[in-house]
């Protein structure tokens, strides 16, 4: 298994972010947004804008993409975390086989501060994170303006 790590620094292409784009729509299932947001995502942390940034950590096997996980820099500290980890989504014939915990690993290890994430209920992948350390300090609560 070979790790690739992108950011700011590293000028993704289109095609490359649109690769990353197409293996997480089609890897996350019903937990996925819209290729669109996912793609707005990508912008943010892989942006050279003073306010955003971030980085994407892959798994790969024979060039292939099997594993990825998107973190997103907030610009904040202390009262909200520095870090949220946007997306991470293994291949269904690469699970189970300790890819998503080994991205989860490389990951704390690289984001600078603490790290939030956002998991429903019923996700498979919130005992994962729980392994790791991440507790429920909050309900999430949203209000959607029209």
């Not at 790969?60 to 998107?70: D, H, L």
Request: proline share 2%; hydrophobic share 40%.
């Amino acid at each position: 298994m070979e790790y690739q790590v992108i950011s700011s620094i590293d000028t993704a292409t289109f095609l490359e972010k649109n690769e990353i784009a197409d293996f997480l729509y089609e890897n996350l299932g019903q937990y996925r947004d819209e290729k669109e947001d996912i793609m707005k995502c990508l912008d943010y942390s892989l942006s050279n804008y003073p306010h955003q940034g971030g980085f994407v950590l892959l798994a790969k096997e024979n060039s292939r993409i099997v594993g990825a996980v998107v973190i997103n820099k907030t610009g904040m500290e202390g009262y909200i975390p520095e870090n949220i980890l946007v997306y991470i989504a293994v291949h269904a014939d690469m699970r189970g086989k300790g890819v998503g915990a080994e991205l989860m690993k490389r990951v704390t290890k690289m984001a600078k501060g603490d790290i939030a994430l956002h998991v429903e209920h019923d996700n498979p992948a919130r005992r994962l994170y729980e392994r790791i350390g991440f507790t429920s300090k909050y309900l999430e609560m949203r209000l959607k303006n029209k």
